[in-house]
Every structure is written in structure tokens, then in C-alpha cells.
């Protein structure tokens, strides 16, 4: 990971404040890999379960103008800074940055939806005000306190992506971060593998709502069990889905979505983020983002990559739903394909759904169970876990083969594609499904 430095001037006071010893006149950017270090850059070496970032420090030093943190052993070189921790020295510089930003922090969490929601939302914000973002899925402990250093301290808004793989981690980001607007997307059990339950994965998240500021903004999906009972001090802003109670009621008819009377028309290729931009809705519309500037920036917004981006490739649509993959994620994505209209078949591509722990085994099963429930001609499993959702598959189906070698599933379905076929990707992002047109 290696983010750019935006805010040069402002980032070098920052760090020379810190590290009066160790003082830089040029900044570029900060990089935790080796690989992708570039003039005047901080390289920020970490410990992993197979390599030790810090073997890398003396080829990094060979490029102009680095600096190289390191907690291994003391040496006196202005362009070595000796730390105990450099986790620590991240937070130290993301925590001091905070300090300086003069935004607004709008903080986003949740089991799915998290990277599409702030990137339609800061699509929509920026339209009329200055806003900063996190770059890509950066949400972790590692991650986001270095994303945030790329952050402008003047913006009107800085919008960033919380992610949590233990026990406690939003809380300690939500105290780095300081957010003034906060939303949980929707809670599943999602990635539980590292929590000893369900309950601890739910009070993880909710330190994002327990952690705002006295006059904040809690923005609170009724639709989703697990939020809307979560109990709180602060002014709270609600929305749902044909739930007349919220303060943001919405419906869906066909392409027309209805919030509070106002009627929106949705781009066909965003037709399956319902959820995402109503509650992006409400945020937005409560900063005083008005109906028609809603609207344009609907029509201009463009999925991420690997997040349900159509792609057409010889007169057939694929849709790239294979950034990640949980069980509530491909139930919905799953439902959402077999309602989409087609011309021709209806193809199927699914991996492995990973850091599920003890409930892999079940959830796999209940998986291929859900999937007969809907109108699908092929399906095509990939994976040692998805098996186990092949082996529940009934027999209504055109075609099914399960694979463990991705060259020749790729092989497999260019036989089977045909043109006006409407294809779905969807497993964790270790599966690496795209492999399949790419």
C-alpha cells in the first residue's frame, strides 16, 4: 500500500513537529511496500507472518530523498527514525493530523456496502463542496490512519471507510477519526471468523455511533435488525425502505425510486444499490445537497471496480460483483441477478466465501440451498469451501460443474457464453474471479 501526500506543506509541518530530529523538506508520499517506493517517500516497514518489511530498508534508502522508519535496532541516521512501534507511528501522525483537519468527518462502517456508499457519496458531496476521501477499501487498523494523511485539512467534508477484522478495532478508529456524521450500512456475519460471536462483531460496529461528538449525527437503516435497535445519546437521522417511520421513507417501483415524495430515476447499471443511495440520500440531503444535484450525480456515478460494474465484452454482460464475497452479500447480489431481465441465459459464477471460521461449512450449505430458489440456467462453482453450495444445487439447471482449476472454468464458460447472456462474479477477493475476462 503506498497513498500520495495531497496536502504537502501542511504534512511536512506535521511531521517535522513530531520529528524534530529527523527533520524533510519534500514529501511525496508514504508506502508500507518496498516495491512501490518512490522519490522522497516515507517507507513505514511492518511485521508479517512470513516476512519482515524491515529486510527492505537499505534497498529503499538507495532511491533519493527516503525516509525509512525502523523499530528493529537503533541507528544513527538522519534518514533512519528509530521507533518501538511503527503502528504506533502511524497513529502518531494520523492522530496529530486529525487534530489539524478543519472538516467535517463523515465515518462509514458495516458488513457490506461500506466502499460504494462513500464513494457515491463523496460523488454526490463534491458536486457542491470541497471533500476528501479514503482511498479505495484502505478501512483497517493499518490502513486508514494512512489513508487519512492524504486527506486535505481544508476541506469542507472528509468522508472515510471503517473496517474492523477484531474485536474493538472500530472503537480505536473511531477515536483517531472523531466523526461528526456517522452510518452503519447494514450488520451481517460477515468476517466473524476473528470474533467469539455475533454479539462482539455488533458492539464493534456500534462504537462508531457510541464514540460521535455530543451535537453529531447518527444516520440510523431501520431496515437492518441489528442498527436499528443499537441505543444512543445522539440526534439520530433515519431511513428504510417502505418503512413509513423513517424520516427518509423510500420505494422502488421498477427504475423509479420515491423518497419522501420526491422521485428519483435510477441509471439501470446502479439498479441494484438501492440501499446504498438512500442512505446516501439522506446524509447528502441533510447537508443541504439538493434534488436536482442528487439526480446528476446519479447519472454521472460510476461503480468501483469489482463492485457490480457491467462489463461488456462480445455482445454478452458481465457483472463484476468479485471484489469480496459474504453470505447476506451473495444472497443479495444473487437475488438482485435473478430478477434482472435477460435475453438469452443466465450464467452463474461463484467462489469461495472465506473468513467465515466455524460457520463456513453451513453457510456454504444454506447457500447452494438459496440458490434454487431463483431462475438460473448455469452455474459454475470455483473453490474448496463452494463445493459444498455445488453439492446442494437440485437439478434445474441447464448446466453446473464445480471447479478447483480457474483456466479451465475460464475455458469452460467462453464455451458455454453465448450472446445477450447475462453473467454474475461474485467470491472473496483471494479467488480472484475476474481472472475469468481479464
Keep these: ?12 509541518e506535521t511531521f517535522n513537529t513530531i520529528y524534530s530530529k529527523n527533520t524533510i523538506k519534500a514529501i511525496n508520499g508514504i508506502s508500507i511496500d518496498s516495491r512501490k517506493i518512490e522519490k522522497n517517500d516515507i517507507f513505514i516497514p511492518l511485521k508479517g507472518k512470513s516476512f519482515d518489511g524491515h529486510s527492505f530498508i537499505n534497498k529503499v534508502l538507495k532511491t533519493e530523498g527516503t525516509i525509512c522508519f525502523n523499530e528493529n535496532n537503533i541507528i544513527k541516521n538522519k534518514r533512519i527514525i528509530n521507533t518501538k512501534s511503527n503502528k504506533d507511528a502511524i497513529f502518531k501522525l494520523a492522530s496529530l493530523w486529525r487534530k489539524k483537519i478543519n472538516s467535517k468527518v463523515i465515518a462509514i462502517t458495516g ?70 456524521y456517522s452510518i452503519i450500512t447494514n450488520i451481517s456475519n460477515n468476517h466473524i471468523e476473528n470474533f467469539d460471536s455475533f454479539k462482539d462483531l455488533i458492539e464493534t460496529k456500534a462504537a462508531i455511533f457510541k464514540k460521535l461528538k455530543k451535537d453529531a449525527i447518527a444516520f440510523i437503516n431501520l431496515d437492518d435488525k441489528e442498527v436499528s435497535e443499537m441505543k444512543m445519546t445522539n440526534k439520530k437521522v433515519t431511513f428504510g425502505i417502505n418503512n413509513s417511520k423513517c424520516d427518509y421513507a423510500a420505494s422502488i417501483n421498477k427504475n423509479k425510486l420515491k423518497i419522501n415524495q420526491r422521485i428519483f430515476n435510477i441509471p439501470e447499471h446502479l439498479s441494484h444499490l438501492i440501499n446504498s443511495i438512500v442512505s446516501v440520500y439522506a446524509i447528502s440531503n441533510t447537508l443541504n445537497i439538493d434534488n436536482s444535484q442528487f439526480q446528476k450525480a446519479l447519472n454521472t456515478f460510476q461503480i468501483p471496480r469489482g463492485r457490480g460494474n457491467l462489463i461488456i465484452n462480445n455482445n454478452y454482460t458481465i457483472i463484476n460483483d468479485a471484489y469480496n464475497a459474504s453470505p447476506s452479500s451473495m444472497e443479495l447480489g444473487i437475488k438482485r441477478f435473478s430478477s434482472l431481465p435477460s435475453k438469452n441465459k443466465k450464467i452463474l459464477i461463484i467462489g469461495d466465501m472465506l473468513e467465515l471460521g466455524k460457520q463456513s461449512l453451513v453457510e456454504h450449505i444454506k447457500l447452494g440451498k438459496f440458490i434454487n430458489n431463483f431462475k438460473i440456467d448455469i452455474v459454475l462453482t470455483f473453490g474448496s469451501e463452494i463445493k459444498e453450495t455445488f453439492s446442494n444445487l437440485n437439478d434445474n439447471y441447464f448446466y453446473k460443474k464445480h471447479f478447483h482449476d480457474i483456466s479451465l472454468l475460464k475455458k469452460t464458460f467462453l464455451k458455454l457464453v453465448a450472446e445477450n447472456d447475462l453473467v454474475y462474479l461474485k467470491g472473496s477477493r483471494s479467488m480472484k474471479l475476474e481472472r475469468i475476462f481479464e
Excluded: Q, W
Aim: charged content about 25%; proline content about 2%; aromatic content about 4%.
Design 1 to 12: 500500500m503506498r497513498i500520495k501526500i495531497s496536502d504537502m506543506n501542511n504534512f511536512i
Design 111 to 180: 458488513s457490506n456496502g461500506k466502499t460504494t456508499t462513500k464513494e457515491l457519496l463523496f460523488h454526490v458531496l463534491s458536486k457542491k463542496y470541497n471533500c476528501s476521501k479514503s482511498k479505495g477499501n484502505h478501512n483497517s487498523i493499518i490502513g486508514l490512519p494512512l489513508t487519512m494523511l492524504n486527506c486535505n485539512l481544508n476541506d469542507d467534508y472528509t468522508i472515510l471507510e471503517l473496517g474492523a477484522n477484531k474485536k474493538g478495532e472500530i472503537a480505536t478508529l473511531s477515536d483517531l477519526v472523531k466523526p461528526d
